[in-house]
């Protein structure tokens, strides 16, 4: 409607030059392509943003997608163009001759290399873009990485202990050599045995569902103190959550607290802010009255009856 507006020609000419981007053959390939990498990722994203998520059936699902990924770059291409090609057909959009030279919208050919389409949107896209984002996911899910996600999840107390794996849980105290000498190895060993023994027997362990309340039942029932070199590794264990999960959540917010408005916010007031926005679900509890005594109280103030 705005392209057929004669009125305003900047915004005719922009509008059409958007729907002359939309209905080209290029926007269709990245649609297409963005939709399928979307869906094959979509399960292992929703996983690692579940508060109560289950780490083996997490890493499980990262295997499982590089392997369909790499598996779509080396047997997807013909698959993918079909789909693409059906799309142009059924909306009129002109498919171009994949062995023709390359000759991108808006752009001089000068500084084109000089290709087929074939190899551009073969090699150039489709190819490049599942490289860059296996290589993202190598990078943050390497063999160390869940090999040590893999031993976190021996602390799991669901369906009474389980997942509880003695050796995979010292190799896991192995990785933090600061907080574990060799001495204290050999007594987490010996905490352990007795650990895993204590908590299948007591039936107040046998109802808990992460390692975070597993923490703070041995916090209530005082076996902190009996289990120090336990209860110190379930806490680097919850650290290492916090500082994955929970920082780039924060970093998230932070975009939408500090804008342009509040570019020039001092440390303490921008942590305010943050606190209140990021634990917005606690706040919502506390009652307006609460907060008007809360300042009041504060120092004298004149209060409008």
């Given at each position: ?254 975009t939408f607290v500090k804008n342009k408005l509040r570019n020039r916010m001092g440390d303490q007031p921008l942590n305010d802010c ?30 409008i009856n």
């Amino acid at each position: 409607m705005i392209g057929k507006k004669d009125s305003v020609f900047d915004d005719k000419g922009k509008a059409q030059g958007i729907l002359y981007l939309l209905e080209s053959f290029d926007f269709v390939f990245m649609a297409q392509l963005m939709t399928t990498i979307f869906g094959y990722t979509n399960n292992l994203c929703l996983a690692l943003q579940r508060r109560d998520q289950d780490i083996i059936n997490a890493m499980r699902l990262a295997t499982l997608t590089k392997d369909q990924l790499q598996k779509m770059r080396e047997d997807g291409w013909e698959i993918h163009l079909n789909k693409v090609i059906s799309i142009c057909n059924k909306h009129g959009i002109v498919v171009p001759d994949m062995k023709a030279h390359y000759s991108p919208h808006g752009r001089s050919k000068r500084f084109v290399q000089q290709v087929s389409y074939l190899h551009h949107f073969r090699v150039d896209v489709f190819i490049k873009v599942i490289d860059l984002l296996l290589q993202e996911l190598d990078n943050r899910f390497d063999e160390v990485n869940m090999e040590l996600l893999r031993c976190m999840a021996c602390f799991n107390p669901k369906d009474g202990f389980s997942s509880f794996d003695k050796e995979k849980v010292l190799k896991l105290a192995t990785f933090y050599h600061s907080d574990f000498s060799n001495i204290d190895l050999m007594d987490l060993e010996c905490q352990l045995d007795i650990f895993i023994g204590d908590m299948r027997s007591d039936e107040d362990f046998q109802n808990l569902r992460d390692i975070s309340s597993l923490l703070v039942k041995l916090v209530e029932t005082k076996r902190d103190v009996v289990y120090s070199r336990v209860v110190l590794l379930i806490k680097l264990i919850l650290i290492i959550l916090v500082a994955t999960a929970s920082v780039e959540r924060v970093f998230s917010g932070m975009t939408f607290v500090k804008n342009k408005l509040r570019n020039r916010m001092g440390d303490q007031p921008l942590n305010d802010c943050l606190v209140t926005f990021i634990e917005k679900d606690v706040f919502l509890q506390v009652s307006d009255d609460d907060i008007v005594n809360r300042f009041e109280e504060m120092k004298t103030r004149r209060k409008i009856n």
